[in-house]
Every structure is written in structure tokens, then in C-alpha cells.
């Protein structure tokens, strides 16, 4: 089973800055099967990027993800307030799904 | 609109049994993967499971084979999990969400989980 593990664990920025998290997997991961996700307390997931580099309907370009094989990133170029969240990355292999630990950007 | 609807807070003892419910509408409810993920308290998100109700194939994480079952009724495109004996470490939130396949190119796909249900709070305590 790939594990993805996400650093760093919380990162503390203001509004206006740059966010850089990273997903790491343990085997490589064919970039067309990493997702990555948005959740704000109390709230579902939210679906941001999707083969690895591809914004999901709806999703400001502020957010963006890159990377390839067992390093992918998502980058928050201009932190608004409502980006304060937790960030998950995901992939897809053998008919089931693994989550990362996720990343929890607060407000510094 | 797409949207999962989950059922609602259950409150349940241990060794208790309980099946909640994830109701599928405004898309084509035989043609997409259901997916189950859990969340404990103040925790991260776990893949549980899987389920295409078109033929009710279903999938499970190594992690929850055996400890739950997820089925689905496509008549009124809904999708279940359940537990026959509930503990207190069952006590999570549990979310369902649709899984696309998306085609890049023939033989080439993007999968993952564009819609989500708002959860069900499982709560297990004596």
C-alpha cells in the first residue's frame, strides 16, 4: 500500500503570503491519481486539484499543483482568509483510494 | 444538481448494529463508484471503502475489511454502511462521496472524488 505523507503538519502564514505544501509518496504515483482536497471545520472536503495539476470546476487559480512521481505540491499563491483550512492529498491505485495526514494552514 | 445526501446523527450503545444511508440524485446513480471515508474526532480522513452500485461491486481498505459492509439499493440509488456490533472506537464521521473516472486518453484516467455527502455523525457510547 502507497503511504503519502504530507509535510509540514500546520503551517502558520498570513493573509497575502504564499502556502507550499508538500505531499511525498512511499512508491511512485502516476500523476493522472493525485487529488487534493479542502476541508474548513465542520465541512466535507472539498475536491481542489486533480491529476496532480488540474483545478476542479469552481476553484480559484490562486491554487495550483504540480509535481510527478513520488513529490507533488500544492501552492496557495495569495492566502485569502477563507483558504485557512486543512489540505489532504490523495491517491488512486488498485480500486481503493489513500489519504496523506494532511496539512493545516493557519492564520500566523 | 449532484448531490449525496446522508442520513442523519445516530447516537448508538456497543455491540449495537447500525446502517446509514448516502442517496444519490441528479446524476446517473448506476454509473459512478461510491466511496466510503471516515473521519474521527480531530483526525485525518480514511479511505474505508468502495461500492459501484451498478452491479454492487464493492471494494474495501485492508483496514476495514471485515469490520463493516457497504451495499447499495440502485431502485432508489442509494448506498449503505453498516456495522453488525458497533464500538466505541466506530465513533467517528463518516462521509460518502462519488468517485469519477475521468478519460485523459484511451487506457489513460484520472480518478478521484468530486462530490461529497455533509456526513453522519456515529457516535457509540454506553
Known amino acids: 500500500e502507497i503511504v503519502l505523507t504530507q509535510s509540514p503538519g500546520t503551517l502558520s502564514l498570513s493573509p497575502g503570503e504564499r502556502a507550499t505544501l508538500s505531499c511525498r509518496a512511499s512508491q511512485s504515483v502516476s500523476s493522472s491519481y493525485l487529488a487534493w482536497y479542502q476541508q474548513k471545520p465542520g465541512q466535507a472536503p472539498r475536491l481542489l486539484i486533480y491529476g496532480a495539476s488540474s483545478r476542479a470546476t469552481g476553484i480559484p487559480d490562486r491554487f495550483s499543483g504540480s509535481g510527478s512521481g513520488t513529490d507533488f505540491t500544492l501552492t496557495i499563491s495569495r492566502l485569502e482568509p477563507e483558504d485557512f483550512a486543512v489540505y489532504y492529498c490523495?491517491?488512486?491505485?488498485?480500486?481503493?483510494?489513500?489519504f496523506g495526514g494532511g496539512t493545516k494552514v493557519e492564520i500566523k | 444538481e449532484v448531490q449525496l445526501v446522508q442520513s442523519g446523527a445516530e447516537v448508538k450503545k456497543p455491540g449495537e448494529s447500525l446502517k446509514i444511508s448516502c442517496k444519490g440524485s441528479?446524476?446517473?446513480?448506476?454509473?459512478?463508484?461510491i466511496g466510503w471515508v471516515r473521519q474521527m474526532p480531530g483526525k485525518g480522513l480514511e479511505w474505508m471503502g468502495i461500492?459501484?452500485?451498478?452491479?454492487?461491486?464493492?471494494r474495501y481498505s485492508p483496514s476495514f475489511q471485515g469490520q463493516v459492509t457497504i451495499s447499495a439499493d440502485k431502485s432508489i440509488s442509494t448506498a449503505y454502511l453498516q456495522w453488525s456490533s458497533l464500538k466505541a472506537s466506530d465513533t467517528a464521521m463518516y462521509y460518502c462521496?462519488?468517485?469519477?473516472?475521468?478519460?485523459?486518453?484511451?487506457?489513460?484516467?484520472?480518478?478521484?472524488?468530486?462530490?461529497w455527502g455533509k456526513g453522519t455523525t456515529v457516535t457509540v457510547s454506553s
Open positions: 461500492i459501484y452500485p451498478g452491479d454492487s461491486d464493492t
Open positions: 490523495q491517491q488512486y491505485g488498485s480500486s481503493s483510494f489513500t
Open positions: 441528479g446524476y446517473s446513480f448506476t454509473s459512478y463508484w
Open positions: 462521496a462519488r468517485r469519477v473516472q475521468g478519460v485523459i486518453m484511451p487506457g489513460d484516467y484520472y480518478y478521484y472524488m468530486d462530490v
